[in-house]
T-cell receptor, first 110, second 116 residues
């Protein structure tokens, strides 16, 4: 079992739809990151969370520490949101380490 | 610069060639990670530095892989005698915090290595 599980693996949405990507983790974390990776491989850090909720533009990230679960929401989705979204859990329990989900590939159709 | 800079952005190498990938972390960042991401996979840990000390290199897949950070700032990941299975995106991340501090990691945009 992977330490970080994401769902869905693939997601296709119509422009304007509200999108949710889920991340569950089994390790104790110091922080959880949401990353966006475009087809060329470049990574952009979207959010770092240790509790609660953060919002940036049309993106919202939430985390429930007790349930070990985080969600990334995209409101009013747009084709330029098409990318792979990766959840990464950072833990310092057994030495500093990131555990990555395998990503959710999002395609937004105009 | 304002972020973690990786160079080159893209690298095509012939099988057997040696390559060097560079990571410029944010100035003053103590911790630095290297990750390898194969196509369609999540990133896999390679190695971790705290300042110039390589505290964990357990993820380096073979002795062809070597990483250094001699002055505790810029880090270089070197791959000798590249093979096709080395083709991947190599990611660098750095943080101001050292030791057990886990916040504030910034990722570079990655270097995509293709071995032909």
């Amino acid at each position: 079992k992977n330490e970080v599980e994401q769902s869905p693996q693939n997601l296709t949405a119509q422009e304007g739809e509200f999108i949710t990507i889920n991340c569950s983790y089994s390790v104790g974390i110091s922080a959880l990151h949401w990353l966006q990776q475009h087809p060329g491989g470049g990574i952009v850090s979207l959010f770092m969370l240790s509790s609660g909720k953060k919002k940036h533009g049309r993106l919202i990230a939430t985390i429930n520490i007790q349930e070990k679960h985080s969600s990334l929401h995209i409101t009013a989705s747009h084709p330029r949101d098409s990318a792979v979204y990766i959840c990464a859990a950072f833990t310092s329990n057994t030495g500093n380490q990131f555990y990555f989900g395998t990503g959710t590939s999002l395609t937004v159709i105009p | 610069g304002a972020g973690v800079s990786q160079s080159p952005r893209y690298k095509v190498a012939k099988r057997g060639q040696d390559v060097a990938l560079r990571c410029d972390p944010i100035s003053g960042h103590v911790s630095l990670f290297w990750y390898q991401q194969a196509l369609g996979q999540g990133p896999e840990f390679l190695t971790y530095f705290q300042n110039e000390a390589q505290l964990d290199k357990s993820g380096l897949p073979s002795d062809r892989f070597f990483a250094e950070r001699p002055e505790g700032s810029v880090s270089t990941l070197k791959i000798q005698r590249t093979q096709q299975e080395d083709s991947a995106v190599y990611l660098c991340a750095s943080s101001l915090g050292g030791g057990r501090v886990g916040y504030g990691y910034t990722f570079g945009s990655g270097t995509r290595l293709t071995v032909v």
